[in-house]
């Protein structure tokens, strides 16, 4: 009989269940290229933060950070948000855009990227989910990316319908010429704008520009797929992995309202929007404004509430007082005699 205890996570695991293996006996190996290339990354990011604290010049480091967060709308609203979800349109002026932003971050080409994202949700939790978070923190924040994936993901990919980003010319320009573009705008122009604008060594803006912003933004992105699935409220749906988290959305640009994601992952907003930090939403609805953006998909409050009632785990603030469900003011354990007096006090 398998001994079964639960995580921190409120998983029920099983104990076979690690990074390096699933339930089904599966056994991951180390792609050692790929393991390698995240040492040097992780290894480089240290010595580059070290760098940009007490070596580079001032506009070398305020650089690195403005082009972590700049570029970061190319994923939040560009790769995910369009290319996976289709959560909205865009014109090509604002695909470009987002293309280029994407590009910047280094994280694949958008095509791959959305791929493995619709096999993320499709088949969340399961040995298909890539970046599986039943397999742990370490496998889903970074560990996904150096093992050998499980034989389910590598089998799901190929069911996924990607025609919508086949015939999506600024895409697929982006997966072809991915190796030239990445050197081009992850390497090149990072490192070497600083050295012509304001004379930074070669060896200072290298570790700074490329390797610790990069290291910084892709840290950034694991910590959707692992902190986001582990640690913090779930209003909408209690069964699943994902929580809304605000430290990881003031650092994703609005992207940890994950609990709601998963729920409503059409919506363009990845959250409701008034109680949400949400920088990624004010993007798209700025060039919704310049007509640049178009047909933003949004679940209503009615949708919303429903679903909140039906799955969430009570965190959820309902806007109408007198819904029975309502966790604070309204909330059925009030006793009927305070209910009675704060019924008087308001008439
Ligand atoms: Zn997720
Ligand atoms: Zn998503």
Redesign the pocket.
């Known amino acids: 009989m398998t001994a079964i205890n639960r995580n921190n996570h409120g998983f029920a695991k099983s104990k076979e269940i690690t990074t390096t293996r699933t339930e089904d006996g599966f056994v991951a190996k180390i792609r050692w290229p790929d393991f390698l290339v995240q040492i040097f990354i992780h290894g480089g990011c240290l010595y580059g933060f070290y760098l940009a604290l007490f070596e580079a010049r001032f506009y070398t480091s305020l650089f690195a950070f403005c082009t972590v967060y700049t570029s970061g709308f190319g994923i939040t609203a560009g790769a995910?948000r369009l290319w996976?979800?289709r959560a909205y349109k865009a014109s090509w002026q604002l695909r470009l855009l987002l293309i280029i932003l994407f590009t910047i971050t280094g994280q694949r080409d958008a095509y791959t990227w959305a791929l493995d994202?619709r096999v993320h949700?499709k088949y969340s939790e399961t040995n298909a989910d890539p970046h599986n978070a039943k397999r742990g923190f370490f496998f889903s924040h970074v560990g996904w990316l150096f093992l050998t994936p499980h034989p389910d993901v590598v089998a799901k990919r190929k069911t996924i319908d990607m025609s919508d980003l086949e015939s999506d010319s600024i895409v697929m320009w982006q997966k072809r010429l991915y190796p030239v573009l990445f050197a081009l705008f992850v390497i090149i122009l990072p490192v070497f704008m600083p050295v012509y604008l304001w004379n930074e060594t070669i060896w200072n803006s290298f570790w700074v520009n490329f390797n610790t912003r990069f290291c910084i933004t892709l840290n950034i992105a694991f910590f959707v797929n692992s902190v986001a699935h582990m640690w913090g409220q779930k209003p909408y749906d209690k069964y699943i992995s994902s929580v809304e988290n605000l430290a990881v959305s003031v650092a994703a640009l609005g992207e940890g309202w994950h609990n709601y994601?998963h729920v409503f992952?059409w919506d363009y907003k990845t959250g409701e929007l008034g109680n949400s930090y949400n920088p990624s939403t004010h993007f798209i609805d700025f060039f919704a404004r310049i007509g640049w953006a178009y047909e933003r998909k949004s679940a209503t409050g009615e949708m919303v509430a429903r679903r909140a009632k039906k799955s969430g785990d009570g965190s959820y603030v309902y806007e109408n007082e007198d819904d029975p469900n309502v966790w604070g003011y309204g909330d059925a354990d009030i006793p009927g005699d305070d209910m009675q007096e704060l019924q008087d006090m308001k008439d």
């Open positions: 995910h996976s979800h994202h949700h994601h992952p």
